[in-house]
């Protein structure tokens, strides 16, 4: 029996996809702002001097993958470790690595629903940072 299929019977592995299933749903528009967030941050000169490139849909996917892994590995290696308190650092990282491969299926339309979102709230943000910052400048250039 392979560790996949060990995991796929197991409880905890079961308990953590269905939990990001359902959660996911409700928290895609705060993962959505976060990156919008993150990614004006990257960017905030290039706004600000009118010098903003377009940001692809492929590099807001990898920024929102990211946000998503980071999320899942706070919340999954406590729920592990909890757990199963005798598994080795290793054997953590097995574990961890096969209820994130059933995790990915679970969570691969949300990562474009993300995507999506993210990149409306980064649009709709720095739009607003662009008015600010010519407000700003008409302000004290006049």
């Known amino acids: 029996m392979s560790l996949k299929d060990t ?3 197991d409880a ?3 308990k953590i996809v269905r939990y990001y299933g359902y959660t996911e ?10 990156v ?14 009118g010098r903003l490139k377009n940001v ?4 807001m996917r990898q920024w929102v993958v990211e946000e998503l892994n980071q999320r899942f590995d706070e919340k999954v290696v406590a729920a592990i470790e909890q ?15 096969a209820i994130e491969s059933l995790y990915q299926k679970e969570h691969e339309a949300q ?4 995507t999506k979102a993210a990149l409306k709230e980064f649009r709709n943000r720095v739009a607003n940072l662009q008015k600010e ?3 700003l400048k008409k302000k004290y250039t006049t």
């Open 133 to 135: 910052v010519k407000a």
């Open 56 to 59: 692809s849909d492929d590099e």
């Open 12 to 14: 905890l592995a079961e």
């Open 25 to 34: 749903e409700v928290s895609l528009k705060n993962v959505a702002k976060t």
């Open 83 to 97: 757990s199963y308190p005798h598994l080795s650092e290793e054997e953590v990282d097995a574990k961890l690595a």
């Open 36 to 49: 919008a967030k993150l990614t004006i941050n990257e960017y905030f000169d290039s706004i600000c001097a």
């Open 111 to 114: 990562v474009e629903a993300v």
């Open 7 to 9: 995991i796929a019977d």
